[in-house]
């Protein structure tokens, strides 16, 4: 049974009706540009299978009731609550989530009149594979729908304008400052494609990317962990890079190239030299990738993942233990290029490998963990599928 198919279930159980309408959105993988998108750079996602479902009944009282089938099998339900009393931080935990989509809708105007919820979805959860951005994305067009403005609807908001309602939401609401590359690409993202996203102006590509036909994988490694300093040091990044862009004059590190570093860098305290030198490679980086996949030489964007790697853990200072066992790893056992992925400090690292050696690698990184005596790594293939997508 599918995400969707349960929710659907679910809901009839709870409500004692039919949902209205039901949205899904995929979780996503973000294959290179990590921590570029909030410095108006180049990222280059593609969304997972694992979907994240909303099937929902629309009220005309204007509260919200919510509840979700959560990863420990049991059902949670959050108070039921009135659209006029959304406010930043209120509620708190994974209803934050679906509440702030709602409270950055009302803040735009929509005539929302109230609506039941009912959540379930198969993201893995801090795996840095974007569950939180999967439930916003489906709650924001389940709700579009539920007065008539879903995509494809007379007057509805484009798919960037609902990432941007989305980032508000998880911006201002939940209060998690994170860039543009998980909403767009749980939105956007097309199978056996990776979207090439240029978060300055919009522009879109999507590149034709199935890894199967070269007899290649994307092996995801989530190392089930998470550091606590995640929040904190992502933050402190982010403003990092805000500095060293006022400082050199520029709209964002976007604006600084390659050959310039040789000659910007002196110019910076030596604490944002780092955070420079990761953004504008990781650009390049981009392009790069970009250009070997228009050309089908999947093979040869190995390096240039692996080299994403250490410019996170040595530049950008995001990584940590387990993921660089994971890459190291996965590396050694055969594995063309490897990288972690997401806001770091735990959660994933991909392994691009060749489809025959895939069990071989799986086993070395299995084995890796157990003689560190670390929990067992969740292992998948991370198959290039469909973005969000209206399933009743």
């Keep these: 049974m599918t995400s969707a198919e349960r929710a659907a279930t679910l809901f009839a159980e709870q409500y004692g009706g039919a949902a209205d309408v039901v949205w899904s959105a995929p979780g996503r993988v973000n294959l290179i540009g990590e921590h570029t998108d909030y410095?108006?750079?180049?990222?280059?996602?593609?969304?997972?299978?694992?979907?994240?479902?909303?099937?929902?009944r629309r009220r005309t009282d204007r509260r919200l009731s919510m509840a979700t089938f959560g990863s420990d099998g049991r059902l949670h339900r959050s108070p039921e609550m009135a659209l006029d009393d959304l406010r930043p931080?209120?509620?708190?935990g994974w209803a934050a989530h679906p509440a702030g989509v709602a409270w950055a809708l009302r803040e735009t105007g929509l005539p929302l009149t109230g609506a039941d919820l009912m959540i379930v979805g198969n993201v893995p959860t801090g795996a840095g594979?974007?569950?939180?951005?999967?439930?916003?994305?489906?709650?924001?067009?389940?709700?579009?729908?539920?007065?008539?403005?879903?995509?494809?609807?007379?007057?509805?908001?484009?798919?960037?304008?609902?990432?941007?309602?989305?980032q508000r939401a998880e911006n201002d609401f939940v209060g998690a400052p994170t860039g543009l590359l998980d909403?767009?690409?749980?939105?956007?993202?097309?199978?056996?494609?990776?979207?090439?996203?240029?978060?300055?102006?919009?522009?879109?590509e999507q590149v034709p990317f199935d890894p199967r036909n070269a007899g290649l994988e994307v092996l995801v490694i989530d190392t089930r962990v998470k550091h606590s300093h995640s929040e904190s040091g992502y933050g402190e990044r982010r403003r990092g890079c805000e500095r060293a862009a006022?400082?050199?004059?520029?709209?964002?590190l976007r604006d600084v190239t390659a050959s310039e570093l040789p000659a910007v860098l002196p110019q910076l305290p030596e604490e944002l030299r780092p955070l420079v030198r990761h953004v504008v490679t990781e650009n390049d980086r981009v392009l790069a990738t970009v250009d070997e996949l228009r050309a089908g030489r999947y093979a040869?964007?190995?390096?240039?993942?692996?080299?994403?790697?250490t410019s996170l853990r040595d530049d950008y200072r995001v990584s940590c233990p387990e993921l660089d066992l994971a890459v190291d790893t996965a590396l050694a056992a055969g594995a063309l290029g490897s990288r972690m992925i997401g806001g770091g400090f735990g959660g994933s690292a991909i392994a691009l490998v060749p489809t025959a050696d895939r069990p071989a690698i799986e086993q070395a990184v299995l084995?890796?963990?157990?003689?560190?005596?670390l929990t067992a790594p969740r292992l998948f293939t991370a198959?290039?599928?469909?973005?969000?997508g209206r399933d009743r």
């Design 39 to 56: 410095n108006d750079g180049f990222v280059l996602p593609f969304a997972l299978p694992h979907r994240t479902a909303v099937a929902l």
């Design 89 to 92: 931080g209120s509620p708190t």
């Design 367 to 373: 084995d890796a963990f157990a003689r560190a005596d």
């Design 129 to 166: 594979l974007s569950s939180s951005h999967a439930l916003e994305c489906a709650t924001a067009l389940a709700l579009l729908d539920s007065v008539g403005s879903a995509p494809g609807q007379p007057g509805a908001p484009g798919l960037d304008e609902i990432a941007r309602l989305v």
């Design 246 to 252: 006022e400082l050199l004059g520029r709209k964002s």
């Design 300 to 309: 040869e964007i190995g390096p240039v993942l692996t080299a994403s790697h």
């Design 383 to 388: 198959v290039p599928s469909a973005g969000a």
């Design 183 to 204: 909403q767009t690409a749980s939105l956007s993202c097309t199978e056996a494609h990776v979207l090439f996203f240029d978060v300055r102006t919009g522009d879109a």
